[in-house]
């Protein structure tokens, strides 16, 4: 263990090789200052005889940042993509709108179902009145999101319908009182009055609003063959002949030779009988054109009709009995 504990270089005859004569002149063959160059840092090496440059302490400062000539121009988001994510958002919007809407449905028609059944809640009529309500009547329950507005609209035309029938009547009233010998036309105004409100609430409104419910063809041709009658009846009023109970333009004009206030209140109504033409022929483009996107055809209409008279029990009754009818008289006749 000595021998490797002790220093090789030590022995004379072996010598230490930086003593060399090579190593020796090399090492005076380097400039002064070199020695004390340390390659890891910024400063450069001192010649002899010179002292090394101190240098002076710095002070922390913020970094130079260079201004731009010219402001950039702010990023905006091309047209197309600000267009197509803000459909995306409406689409969401609608989407979430009408699962609110099909949920709050379904609670309700829990509820529903939970109290024992929908009551009928039109008319609406006060709870001590004799007669009680004849309808459900619920748009945001039984009709579709998408056809909502289209269904209330159609209610609302139909009340202004039994608004104007009530004007019309009123002013078949003034003009009797100017003129007795129109007696006629005030009764035929109370008449189409009390005749109209119900018929029109059953025979059209009430076919569209079960059409659009339960998406059904044949209600759909049921509405359109009735409300095509009820624009011709329309037409008929805002003329206005006389004797035929409505205060159309006709009879405004004539009622004005009598009266002019009580013309003028007839120009009214005329007026009012125009605006029911116009915008029930819009609503029936409107409504033709949504029927033919709900997939409805004169084929299923047809289907609908054929179930609901067959699984009409006074139907099936009446087919019974002639079916039977026949088959006894064939039977009397073998014998």
């Given at each position: 263990m000595s021998d490797f504990d002790s220093n090789p270089f030590a022995d004379p005859e072996i010598g230490?090789?930086?003593q060399d004569p090579s190593v020796t002149q090399v090492r005076q063959a380097v400039p002064p200052g070199l020695e004390e160059y340390n390659p890891?840092?910024?400063?450069?090496?001192?010649?002899?005889?010179?002292?090394?440059?101190?240098?002076a302490p710095t002070i922390n400062t913020q970094p130079a940042i260079m201004k731009p000539t010219e402001e950039p121009p702010p990023y905006s988001q091309p047209q197309e993509q600000s267009g197509a994510a803000a459909e995306l958002l409406r689409r969401q919007e609608e989407l979430e709108r009408k699962a609110a809407e099909l949920d709050r449905r379904e609670r309700e028609m829990q509820s529903l179902s939970a109290s024992g059944g929908r009551k009928n809640n039109w008319p609406p009529l006060p709870e001590k009145f004799p007669v009680g309500p004849c309808f459900y009547h619920d748009i945001t329950v039984d009709i579709p999101v998408e056809f909502q507005k289209t269904v209330k609209i159609m209610y609302y035309l139909w009340m202004f319908h039994t608004g104007t029938l009530l004007a019309n009547m009123?002013?078949?009233?003034?003009?009797?009182c100017v003129d007795t010998s129109r007696g006629m036309d005030f009764g035929l105004s109370i008449l189409w009055f009390m005749l109209f409100t119900p018929?029109?609430?059953?025979?059209?409104?009430?076919?569209?609003?079960?059409?659009f419910r339960s998406d059904s063809s044949f209600r759909f041709f049921a509405f359109f063959f009735v409300y095509i009658c009820q624009f011709g009846i329309y037409v008929i009023q805002c003329i206005g002949i006389t004797g035929w109970g409505a205060s159309g333009w006709i009879s405004a004009l004539t009622g004005l030779n009598r009266s002019i206030p009580v013309g003028i209140i007839m120009i009214l109504i005329a007026a009012l009988f125009t605006s029911l033409a116009v915008m029930s022929l819009i609503m029936f483009k409107k409504v033709h054109a949504m029927y033919r996107t709900t997939g409805a055809?004169?084929?299923?209409?047809?289907?609908?009709?054929?179930?609901?008279?067959?699984?009409n029990k006074t139907v099936q009754t009446a087919a019974a009995n002639a079916a039977s009818r026949a088959a006894q008289g064939n039977f009397k006749e073998q014998i």
């Open positions: 230490s090789p930086f890891f840092t910024d400063a450069k090496p001192t010649p002899g005889g010179m002292a090394p440059k101190t240098t009123v002013g078949c009233l003034a003009w009797f018929c029109s609430f059953v025979c059209w409104y009430r076919q569209l609003y079960g059409a055809s004169f084929e299923k209409a047809q289907q609908e009709f054929a179930t609901g008279v067959m699984s």
